[in-house]
């Protein structure tokens, strides 16, 4: 007598995935995260054009002015010395250059914007409120550096520089030289004056504290000194003071900003709470 082994009812065939791939599936994770991401590069598309044409009607109105430009970076010679122009197109190219450099700054405000509305909606609260206070202040510090190198230094440089052996060869400089020549010193000058706020953002960084800088204020001398040295074309002790003397003065400004800024730094304290709840 046989017995019938019990059949087991068959087990239910798995459903069909439904169609499409599982990135079109509404709210999939990786579709909810590839949007953001792609609004980004849109906006930074757009911010990107809007920079761009802002900075070619810069220029287009730059070379408009840019003859007036031209004289007012030739004035710290004060006619001691004739500009030649070494190359047929030379007057050209520097026609273009005076232009193109004249358009950026003008454009410059609108490209800053489009730069910090796209970074800003990304900040928290408080690094607004320091990107807001550390914007002006390093804009107000480069003028004051570029206008301080225009009105005070420049012309004292340029004057012993043209009356350095006057009496064995005629000062006459090449157009492109001189003009490349007084860009880059207004840009350094400019730059140094960016001190202060260097100081105070490493000071708010836990990196110097206002203490040390004070301790170390024969160290800051020497540095200054030297840079001063860099900065300053001329050997004559003069034109050096002129930019040693203001710089030792924004040092000073900047151990007050460090004051204000100094946040100490805070070695991570574990959670106690945690560590006993799992106790």
Known sequence: MTVDAEQTPPEPAPAAPPTGSASETPGHPQQEDAQPLIEHLKEL???LLKA????????VIGLFFAKPFLEILISPLQGASELQLLKPTESIFIYLKGGMILGAIVASPFILYQIFAFIVPGLTKRERRGLYLVLPLAAGLFALGVAFASFIVLPFTLRYLTTFLSDLAISQYSFGEYMSFVLSFLFWLGAAFELPL???ILARLGVI??????????YAVVIVAVLSAVITPTPDPFTMS???IPLLGLYVLGILMAR????PRTSPVPDTEDADGER
């Open 209 to 218: 504290t206002p203490q040390q800088l004070q301790s170390t204020w024969r």
């Open 52 to 59: 761009t044409l802002a900075l070619v009607i810069g220029v």
């Open 198 to 200: 260097f100081i105070a």
């Open 260 to 263: 204000i800024a100094y946040k």
């Open 242 to 244: 002129l930019v040693m």
């Open 45 to 47: 598309r757009d911010r």
